[in-house]
């Protein structure tokens, strides 16, 4: 397959069919996003599992109003850490015309401990904290960069600004997170 007729994530993203319901993808190193959603409602999306038992990224929207909308759910994490993927993508959207706004991204850097882990309900404590006690996005960021530091994790919030590419200023993210992103994946917009 040629490079260049390979939509990105972000051209896929934004062309889905009715964008007020959750989508999910999986992507594959140098290949396009695959559709995998099983059922797709506004808050929510039922996946297929991948089978093939090779690490790769997952990518659902969150086209949802609230607040937390830019944030994977407990459930999104609990999947995560389930799972042989390696990377998952919360991209924003809007519900209206399917625009991507931003991505919110987690990697494993090293094995996770799975089932037994505690990050799920942690994770949620600290999501609950942000919807109703007011805490502002540095003290949150540091919590999360605590408690997802402790589970080999790390996280990466990336605006997506009109016109440009999400992936491409440096300011904005960790560099080797966003370099493996950009290489592994290709997620530049
Ligand atoms: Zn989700």
Not at 6 to 16: A, G, H, L, T
Not at 56 to 82: E, K
Not at 96 to 122: A, C, I, N
Not at 134 to 152: H, T
Request: charged letters at 30%; a positive charge.
């Amino acid at each position: 397959m040629k490079p260049n007729t390979r939509r990105s994530p972000r051209e896929v993203i934004e062309s889905v069919d009715q964008p007020e319901l959750e989508e999910a993808w999986y992507k594959f190193p140098r290949q396009e996003m695959v559709a995998c959603s099983i059922n797709r409602e506004r808050d929510s999306v039922r996946w297929k599992v991948h089978q093939k038992g090779r690490k790769y990224m997952h990518i659902h929207t969150h086209p949802g109003g609230s607040r937390l909308s830019i944030y994977p759910s407990s459930r999104d994490l609990d999947s995560f850490l389930l799972d042989k993927m390696r990377s998952m993508v919360i991209a924003k959207t809007s519900p209206k015309t399917g625009k991507l706004e931003s991505y919110f991204v987690v990697r494993k850097k090293k094995f996770v401990p799975q089932s037994s882990s505690l990050l799920p309900r942690q994770y949620e404590e600290l999501l609950m904290n942000r919807m109703y006690e007011g805490i502002d996005d540095s003290s949150f960021a540091e919590s999360l960069d605590v408690l997802f530091r402790k589970y080999d994790l790390q996280w990466r919030y990336v605006p997506v600004a009109e016109g440009k590419n999400a992936f491409d200023s440096r300011a904005q993210y960790q560099t080797d997170l966003a370099d493996k992103l950009k290489t592994e994946y290709r997620m530049a917009a």
